[in-house]
């Protein structure tokens, strides 16, 4: 069997082409068994191996597991004087209407629906809780920004180590 470094294809003995790319290389069959049903890439002198994909940056994994936990509290949810309260992206825009709408109707209190179950609120509390829900979210990204400078500053060595479950807000 043949192998083209430049097309890192096969090429039969026993086929006909209409051309064949000038870099063939004789391939011992033990090797062509070997490599067959794997993805293969030219090793040194143009000999086929089997492609190992790189590993991946163990900066870039780290900052991915630090953004993930960032969104999994960002909208975790909070507790805001007994009351737990939604943080998703939804809830955020939900309680800034509520507060744009019910100022701008004169409406004095709202039913409210908690993760802890429905309360009546004043507008003066849902605005109390979109404040508290937003500095948590500042808080997240604070944190995340935080973590991310850490590691970027962190020894190579060090990076196995790093916790990326510290240092958030509760």
Not at 36 to 57: S, T
Not at 138 to 163: F, T, V
Request: aromatic share 8%; charged share 20%.
């Amino acid at each position: 069997m043949k192998f083209s470094p430049s097309t890192i294809g096969w090429y039969a003995d026993f086929q006909s082409y209409p051309s064949l790319p000038p870099d063939l290389i004789d391939v011992p069959d033990e090797i062509y068994r070997e490599l067959q049903g794997k993805q293969i890439e030219a090793g040194p002198g143009g000999m086929p191996r089997e492609y190992v994909p790189p590993l991946p940056d163990p900066r870039v994994a780290l900052k991915a597991a630090v953004t993930a936990k960032r969104w999994e509290i960002e909208t975790g949810g909070i507790a805001i004087n007994g009351i737990r309260v939604s943080t998703t992206r939804e809830s955020q825009n939900t309680i800034a209407n509520a507060v744009t709408l019910a100022a701008a109707a004169g409406v004095e209190e709202v039913d409210f629906k908690a993760e802890s179950g429905w309360v009546k609120l004043t507008i003066a509390q849902v605005t109390a809780i979109g404040a508290a829900i937003g500095l948590h979210q500042q808080a997240c990204y604070s944190a995340e920004r935080a973590h991310h400078e850490a590691i970027d500053a962190l020894a190579e060595e060090d990076l196995a180590g790093y916790d990326v479950n510290a240092g958030w807000p509760t």
